[in-house]
Structure formats: C-alpha cells, structure tokens
C-alpha cells in the first residue's frame, strides 16, 4: 500500500518530491523517485512513490522499479492477491526477481502480456507504467475502483497523483471549484467520478486505463461489470457456492507480511468478514467498532451497533475493542476534510479515521465489508421501487402536499412516540417523503432523485444568483442518468447495483475508507470486491439478492448456521456518528460560526439567508436537515483547506 505520483511532458523532480512529501502519511517506510529526462517533451516523464511496506518488508521492495533492463519502470500502490501465481508463472517463463513483493511482477507481466496484463490481475491498485521503448506512460486503475488515482493535463503536459492535495503543488494548476460537481456535491453529498470539485482535475474511473503518449491522452475501459447468464442452480447450491467463494476470498486477502484486524459493525458485512477469516483459520482475530454515549444515540436509526458487535466477537472468540466516540471528535474535522481532498459529507469518515488510528497499535491492515450492499442489494433505496409502485395511483397533487409534512410531523413528534425510537421514525419518514416526491418519476430518475438529499428546486433556492447562473439543470449531466443508460438492457434491480458500483461505492464508501485509513498509515481491504465474488454475484439470479423485501438475500442463506441468529436477522443500519444530536447541542455554536450570514456571503456560493433559515428550522425540529447542514459544514472547512490555503501560498509567493 502506497502513494504515487507523477507526471509526463516534463520531468521536474524537485517538484515530484514536493508532491511526494504532501502525502508522506500513505507510505512512510521508503520513499523513491525515477526521471527520464529526454531531448524532447514527449521522452520526459517523472514518477515516484511513498511505500507502505506489506508484502517483503526488505530493502528490496523499494520503489521504483524496473525489469531486468530498465526499459520498463513502474509505480504502484495497492495489493495483487493473486500475484504469487503470477510470479511463478513469469519465474518459469526465465524472468528474474530481485524481491518477493507483487510490484515487480507487474512490469515482468507487462513484457509478457503487454497492457492486457492488467486483466490478469485480482487486486486493489492503482499504477503508473513508463515504457522507455515506446514512449507511453500507462495507468491503470482497479476494476471497482478501491484505490484512488486524480489526474490533470495542462497543455501537453499530464500530472497523476493518488491524492489531489499532491497535485495542487504544482504552481500551474489552478483551483476553481467545478459547478457541475457542486450541484453533485449538494444532492449526494460527494462528488461522482469522473469529475472532482476541483475544476479540470479528472477521477481515473474505475476500471479504465490511461495512455500518455507525446502529450496526448487517450482512456479505455478495459474491464467492465456484466450480468446475466444467470445460474440455474438450487438457492442452496449457491449459497454454498458463495460462503466457499467468501472464505477463499477473505483467505487470499489475508496474506500480509504485517498484523491484519476487522472493523467490525455488528452488521451482516462485517460480521461475515470475522466468520469467514474464522474457518480460514486465522486464528488470534483482532476487531474493533465505534460506540457512542445513551444520549447522542438516540436520534440515529440504530443504537446497538457496540451490543451486536460484542456478541460476534465473543461467538468467534476474537480480540474486540471498543472506542467511545464523544462530541470531541469533531475536533478532527479540518484534518479529516483535508485528507478526503474532495469534500465528502460522510459522518463516518470521522469514525474510519478513529478506528484506524486505534488499530494502529497492533494492525497495518484492516479489513472491511465494504462493498457487499452494492454487489448484493443491500440499500433501502434498492426495494424503493416496489413502494413507489403502490404510490403512484396517488394524485400527483396530493404526493406533492404530503411528502414535506411526513418529515415536520417527524421532527415535532419523534419523542412522543413511546416504544420507536426518535432515530428510527425520522428515517422512515425522511426515506417516505423521498419515495412519495419522486414516484411519478421515470425509474432511473427516480432511484437517482432518491439517492439524492437535495433535488434541484431546493438546491435554487439555496444557491446565490451567480451560484445559480453556472450551475446546469439537475439532470444535466447527471452522472446516474448517464450509468444507467449503459446497462439499459439488464434487469432493474442489477442497474441500480451497476449505478451504485460506479457511484456511491467508489466515489463514497471506498474513498471514505481509502483516505482515513491511509492518513494513518493504514491499508483497508474489502474482500466482497475480490474479482471471483463480483464475477460470481453478476450471474446470480436478481431475486436471489433481494428476496420480496429480504435484501442480500443469498448471503443470509450462506451464512445461515455460522453467524448467530441475531446477526442474520438485523435490519440494515447506517454507520456514522450522532451528528443529528450534536448539531443542536454541542456543535451548534461551531455550526453557527461556520455557516455566519458573513462567511457565506463571502464565499459567494449560497444565499446567506437560505443557509440561516436551514440552521433555525432544523435546531426547532421544524425541519430536519442534519445532513445538508453537515454537507454545508464540510464544504466550508473543505474550502479553508484548499481554496483559502492555496490563494495564501499564491499570495505569499506574488510579494
């Protein structure tokens, strides 16, 4: 696990350097860098990297590296699970190794297979390839995208990096925020690839590879999520089939020259995770979860999640610590929104930065379940169509009158209601004025509105007039719209999995995971994302993944016998923290400063007013908007830690 950096039409290592040191934190073991200085623009190219040492902790790890002849330089971050196959293979053909790490098995791969190599491999990763013969500079990105790569062309010239922060050291590229991804940001609360909120630096979609060559860009798709052929196998054949493919899979990726620990929820993901690596025979099992106090719980959909993930422990006899997570944490935030790079308004990436940092102690690696509700069908937003279908029959009318009092009558009762806890009842009735806003819609438009938290007429209402004058039309270019059209022909329920894999999982969840993970030296790994589990699901029947309203179906049926009880029945349960308390307790005066008619008036973006009124009608319960607060909160700190810092350095260096 590592950081890269690079670039090509030009060769500046002092530059690299810099770029490489902004995001030190990814590999703090070694660092290396390697120039080819040509007479022409179209030979130079510079790329370095920051390494994690995993696999062969040896000197003879480091990075770059190249074949027997230095023709071929690559680097690399991530993990090739199957690369020890890989080795031996090329070790017959008479390739020399000089380590035991899977980076060098990816430039013998490449002489033998060219760029096809990439679709040998089954791994996380992201790298750079430089052929010096040919004069290409070749990148790669993992098939569902859980290692991150940015990159930015000026002029001829391209700049790469597995972070945008290394990208902004370089003095010609210029920060402007991207409107369009503004408008994303504001209705999903990230920005989906390929843009960023960064105007003009790009997100290597998952999947797809990147060509340099004599300053031109070219991107291919090289591999893609399919489905159908589906299998015609009894439910019991293929639930055994994928808890074997689980526990092969949890096994490769438990190969690690270094310790390897769990998060774990308490929920179906994460718990299958522990069974597995349980009767793959790992033994010594280390798990850690996030607990809050009685008090900040009791406005989120599920307060249980420490009880669940106790009684998996125990039931595995695995190693389990808990860490108490109090209004304090948000201390964290600037150093969380200048990790993320992009601004994401994920509670949970605070709680994936606590548990990283605490399993640092006695981990370099954990895993996560990340991944298994987008190949399995395990969101709400999955079975929303099957509601809607009951609603539509409704006047449009009287949807439209409805839907917005569902949510006050919420906010006003939710601790009224003995037996529901308040969390619980401001879900059901926030997802229920989702689902009756959009039911008349087309189904794309729908699950994408759905997916939203601010459709387009609320999102004018709070922008400011030159906000509102460059941001397009809510579904112009709308990143869900567009992925759906591609996998028209496949069954409803597999595009709105097809969308979420190339959306919310690697542009939120992954990200998310990536990112504070890695600002504490930590490598994740997401085994429900191994080739063979993705492969196989896509083949999987729909209605083995969701079952009338019993969702990852299949996956209950595998592990039914192994997990307890109470873990196979648990309804699905957000991970994140109690912002919708502390928003109006402990973080109201911060809220307030942040979000002051006088910084957001400076900022240009918002209608002070707007802002004012979202913060009063949430703090008395008229109206909850705890998440568009906190995506507003997060942009602001967001905007301090890139646009405010770079326009001081500019400013710095300009007297």
Request: charged share 25%; glycine share 6%; aromatic share 10%.
């Amino acid at each position: 696990m590592c950081g890269i950096a690079g670039m090509a039409g030009v060769a500046d290592e002092i530059l690299l350097k810099e770029m490489l040191a902004i995001i030190r934190h990814r590999g703090p073991n070694d660092s290396g860098t390697y120039a080819h200085r040509g007479t022409t623009a179209a030979s130079r190219v510079a790329i370095g990297n920051n390494r994690l040492s995993i696999i062969d902790l040896s000197p003879a790890g480091h990075q770059p590296m190249c074949n027997e002849d230095a023709t071929v330089w690559v680097v690399y971050n991530g993990e090739i699970y199957n690369f020890a196959a890989l080795r031996q293979e090329l070790l017959d053909d008479g390739h020399k190794f000089i380590s035991h790490t899977d980076t060098e098995v990816l430039v013998h791969l490449y002489e033998k297979y060219g760029t096809d190599m990439v679709k040998r491999l089954n791994g996380m990763f992201t790298f750079a390839l430089w052929d010096t013969r040919s004069r290409e500079l070749w990148i790669f990105r993992d098939r569902m995208g859980i290692k991150p790569l940015y990159y930015t062309q000026v002029g001829g010239r391209l700049y790469f990096a597995s972070e945008i922060k290394a990208l902004l050291a370089c003095d010609e590229i210029a920060i402007e925020i991207d409107h369009t991804s503004l408008c994303n940001y504001l209705a999903y609360l990230y920005v989906p690839s390929p843009g960023s909120m960064f105007k003009n630096i790009h997100k290597l979609p998952p999947g797809h590879s990147l060509r340099w060559r004599n300053g031109e860009i070219q991107l291919d798709c090289y591999w893609d999520i399919s489905y159908g052929e589906y299998f015609q196998d009894s439910e019991t054949v293929l639930a055994e089939r994928l808890r074997e493919l689980m526990i092969t899979a949890t096994r490769r990726q438990l190969i690690s020259d270094v310790p390897v620990g769990f998060f774990l929820s308490g929920g179906l993901d994460s718990s299958t995770l522990v069974a597995c690596a349980a009767q793959a025979g790992e033994s010594a099992l280390k798990c850690y979860s996030i607990a809050f106090k009685d008090e900040h719980r009791q406005t989120e959909q599920c307060t249980e999640d420490a009880r669940y993930a106790r009684l998996v422990a125990d039931h595995f006899g695995a190693k389990f610590h808990q860490i108490v997570v109090d209004p304090e944490a948000v201390s964290l935030l600037p150093k969380v929104a200048w990790h993320l790079d992009d601004p994401i308004a994920d509670p949970a990436a605070i709680a994936t930065y606590l548990i990283s940092e605490a399993a640092g102690s006695e981990a370099t690696v954990l895993m996560s379940g990340q991944g298994a509700d987008e190949v399995l069908g395990g969101y709400h937003a999955h079975c929303v169509h099957k509601i809607a279908a009951w609603l539509k029959f409704i006047p449009p009318h009287l949807r439209e009158v409805t839907a917005p009092n569902l949510l006050q009558w919420a906010s006003v009762h939710k601790d009224k209601l003995i037996g529901i806890p308040p969390g619980l009842l401001l879900a059901v009735c926030r997802n229920s004025e989702k689902v009756l806003r959009t039911a008349g819609m087309a189904p794309s438009e729908q699950y994408a509105a759905f997916r939203a938290f601010m459709l387009d007429a609320d999102m004018r209402r709070l922008l400011s007039d030159d906000s509102n004058a460059a941001t397009p039309d809510w579904r112009h270019g709308n990143t869900f719209l567009k992925l759906f059209e591609k996998v028209s022909g496949a069954d409803y329920l597999n595009q709105m999995l097809y969308v979420d894999s190339r959306t919310v999982l690697p542009d939120l969840n992954l990200a998310v995971a990536d990112r504070l993970s890695m600002a504490c030296s930590m490598e994740v790994r997401v085994p429900f994302l191994d080739n063979e589990i993705v492969e196989f699901l896509g083949r999987v029947p729909p209605s083995l993944k969701i079952h009338g309203f019993t969702q990852k179906y299949l996956l209950r049926k595998a592990m039914a016998g192994v997990l307890p009880n109470e873990i196979l029945r648990r309804r699905k349960a957000a991970f994140g923290l109690p912002v919708r308390a502390w928003l109006k307790n402990e973080l109201k005066d911060m809220l307030t400063d942040m979000l002051s008619e006088e910084r957001v008036r400076d900022r240009g973006l918002f209608d002070p007013a707007a802002v004012t009124e979202m913060i009063r009608a949430n703090d008395r319960g008229e109206r909850e908007y705890t998440l568009q607060l906190w995506s507003l909160l997060t942009l602001e700190l967001w905007h301090q830690a890139f646009v405010g810092q770079k326009k001081m350095a500019s400013a710095e260096r300009a007297s």
